[in-house]
């Protein structure tokens, strides 16, 4: 078993920055690529980023190219959310998750760890 916590949420004025932290304890000796998810009110759950379990390749939704950044020094260490020029619509409780391998996944089904998450509140 693995745990997630997050932190570094909370409520920020349009056009400023944020930094998600994901700390895993728990089973770490294999190697586990990362990702986050949000979810807001009313609306599934959607990918936002995610990153090698090695941090050398990351991937984005199209909603964040430009503006996050996905970070972990190496495997097994602190996953990282840059958010920069944070709009009102990325308002959502943000989930960290990980799944058993190298490479990521996109959508939810492929993680089997996740965190309880953490709430961005952007207000216009």
């Known amino acids: 078993q693995v745990q997630l916590v997050e932190s570094g949420g909370g409520l920020v004025q349009a056009g400023g920055s944020l930094r998600l932290s994901c700390a895993a304890s728990?089973?770490?000796?294999?190697?586990?690529?990362m990702g986050w998810f949000r979810q807001a009110p009313g609306k599934e759950r959607e990918f936002v980023a995610a990153i090698s379990a090695s941090g050398t390749r990351t991937d984005y939704a199209d909603s964040v190219k430009g503006r996050f950044t996905i970070s972990r020094e190496k495997a097994k260490s602190p996953l990282y959310l840059q958010m920069n020029s944070l709009k009102p619509d990325d308002t959502a409780v943000y989930y960290c998750?990980?799944?058993?391998?190298?490479?990521?996944?996109?959508?939810?089904?492929?993680?089997?760890?996740w965190g309880q998450g953490t709430q961005v509140t952007v207000s216009s």
């Open positions: 998750a990980a799944r058993i391998g190298s490479t990521w996944a996109t959508y939810r089904n492929g993680y089997i760890y």
């Open positions: 728990g089973r770490t000796d294999s190697s586990y690529a």
